[in-house]
Protein backbone atom coordinates (compact mmCIF):
# COMPACT_ATOMS: atom_id res chain seq x y z
CA UNK A 1 0.00 0.00 0.00
CA UNK A 2 0.84 3.74 -0.70
CA UNK A 3 1.76 4.96 2.99
CA UNK A 4 3.17 8.29 2.25
CA UNK A 5 1.29 10.93 -0.08
CA UNK A 6 3.02 14.10 -1.42
CA UNK A 7 0.93 17.25 -3.28
CA UNK A 8 1.01 20.79 -3.65
CA UNK A 9 3.49 21.01 -6.39
CA UNK A 10 3.15 23.13 -9.32
CA UNK A 11 4.47 25.49 -12.34
CA UNK A 12 5.97 28.88 -10.97
CA UNK A 13 8.01 31.58 -12.05
CA UNK A 14 11.36 32.09 -10.83
CA UNK A 15 10.83 33.95 -7.05
CA UNK A 16 7.55 32.78 -6.47
CA UNK A 17 6.19 29.99 -3.63
CA UNK A 18 4.96 26.48 -2.88
CA UNK A 19 4.54 24.50 -0.02
CA UNK A 20 4.19 20.84 -0.06
CA UNK A 21 2.96 18.20 2.02
CA UNK A 22 3.51 14.57 2.86
CA UNK A 23 0.75 12.80 4.33
CA UNK A 24 0.68 9.59 5.94
CA UNK A 25 -1.60 7.17 4.90
CA UNK A 26 -1.79 4.29 6.64
CA UNK A 27 0.83 5.05 8.40
CA UNK A 28 1.19 7.37 11.50
CA UNK A 29 4.32 9.33 11.04
CA UNK A 30 4.24 10.45 14.85
CA UNK A 31 7.21 8.69 16.17
CA UNK A 32 9.02 8.53 12.20
CA UNK A 33 11.88 10.90 10.87
CA UNK A 34 10.76 12.24 7.57
CA UNK A 35 13.01 13.69 4.92
CA UNK A 36 12.39 15.72 1.41
CA UNK A 37 14.50 14.33 -1.50
CA UNK A 38 14.50 15.82 -5.44
CA UNK A 39 15.59 14.26 -8.46
CA UNK A 40 15.33 15.68 -11.73
CA UNK A 41 15.80 13.99 -15.31
CA UNK A 42 19.48 12.44 -15.90
CA UNK A 43 20.35 13.77 -12.27
CA UNK A 44 21.21 11.67 -9.11
CA UNK A 45 18.24 12.03 -6.31
CA UNK A 46 19.10 14.70 -3.94
CA UNK A 47 18.85 14.98 -0.21
CA UNK A 48 17.14 18.29 0.42
CA UNK A 49 15.56 18.16 3.86
CA UNK A 50 14.71 16.39 6.70
CA UNK A 51 13.14 16.54 10.18
CA UNK A 52 13.09 14.62 13.58
CA UNK A 53 10.06 12.31 14.80
CA UNK A 54 9.75 15.08 17.31
CA UNK A 55 10.62 17.79 15.22
CA UNK A 56 13.04 19.22 17.55
CA UNK A 57 16.25 18.71 14.92
CA UNK A 58 15.77 19.93 11.25
CA UNK A 59 18.38 19.85 8.13
CA UNK A 60 19.04 21.37 4.71
CA UNK A 61 21.08 21.00 2.33
CA UNK A 62 23.32 24.49 1.39
CA UNK A 63 20.66 24.87 -1.50
CA UNK A 64 17.80 25.20 0.29
CA UNK A 65 19.29 27.42 3.76
CA UNK A 66 17.33 30.35 4.31
CA UNK A 67 14.50 29.49 1.19
CA UNK A 68 13.01 26.41 2.39
CA UNK A 69 11.34 25.63 5.48
CA UNK A 70 10.58 21.61 7.00
CA UNK A 71 7.76 21.46 9.56
CA UNK A 72 4.89 18.92 10.91
CA UNK A 73 1.65 18.71 12.49
CA UNK A 74 1.65 15.73 14.14
CA UNK A 75 -2.09 16.17 14.16
CA UNK A 76 -2.96 15.99 10.40
CA UNK A 77 -0.13 13.07 10.40
CA UNK A 78 1.66 15.67 7.51
CA UNK A 79 5.22 16.74 7.16
CA UNK A 80 5.52 20.17 5.14
CA UNK A 81 8.54 21.86 2.98
CA UNK A 82 7.57 25.50 2.67
CA UNK A 83 10.06 26.52 -0.38
CA UNK A 84 10.09 30.23 -0.73
CA UNK A 85 12.38 32.29 -3.54
CA UNK A 86 12.17 29.61 -6.20
CA UNK A 87 14.86 28.78 -8.31
CA UNK A 88 15.19 27.26 -11.52
CA UNK A 89 17.58 24.66 -10.17
CA UNK A 90 15.02 23.99 -7.45
CA UNK A 91 12.73 21.87 -10.71
CA UNK A 92 12.66 18.28 -10.03
CA UNK A 93 10.07 15.70 -8.56
CA UNK A 94 10.14 15.71 -5.14
CA UNK A 95 9.54 12.95 -2.66
CA UNK A 96 9.44 12.39 0.75
CA UNK A 97 10.42 9.38 2.84
CA UNK A 98 10.72 7.62 6.77
CA UNK A 99 14.35 8.41 7.03
CA UNK A 100 16.73 7.20 9.70
CA UNK A 101 17.66 11.03 11.22
CA UNK A 102 21.60 11.35 12.13
CA UNK A 103 23.20 15.03 13.14
CA UNK A 104 24.29 15.36 9.82
CA UNK A 105 21.71 15.21 7.71
CA UNK A 106 19.23 11.80 6.62
CA UNK A 107 18.85 8.35 5.07
CA UNK A 108 16.18 6.59 3.52
CA UNK A 109 14.66 3.88 6.27
CA UNK A 110 12.36 2.71 2.64
CA UNK A 111 9.05 4.04 2.60
CA UNK A 112 8.79 6.59 -0.01
CA UNK A 113 5.99 8.63 -1.43
CA UNK A 114 4.80 8.83 -5.64
CA UNK A 115 6.51 12.17 -5.78
CA UNK A 116 5.20 15.31 -7.06
CA UNK A 117 6.46 17.60 -9.70
CA UNK A 118 7.96 21.11 -8.89
CA UNK A 119 8.54 23.29 -12.08
CA UNK A 120 10.62 26.37 -11.74
CA UNK A 121 10.27 28.83 -14.92
CA UNK A 122 9.39 32.38 -16.31
Known amino acids: QVQLVESGGDLVQPGGSLRLSCVGS????????IGWFRQAPGKERERVSC????????YYTDSVKGRFTISRDHAKNTVYLQMNSLKPEDTAVYYC???????????????WGQGTQVTVSS
Open 26 to 33: GLTLNYRA
Open 51 to 58: ISSSAGKT
Open 97 to 111: ATVYYYDYGCSPRGS
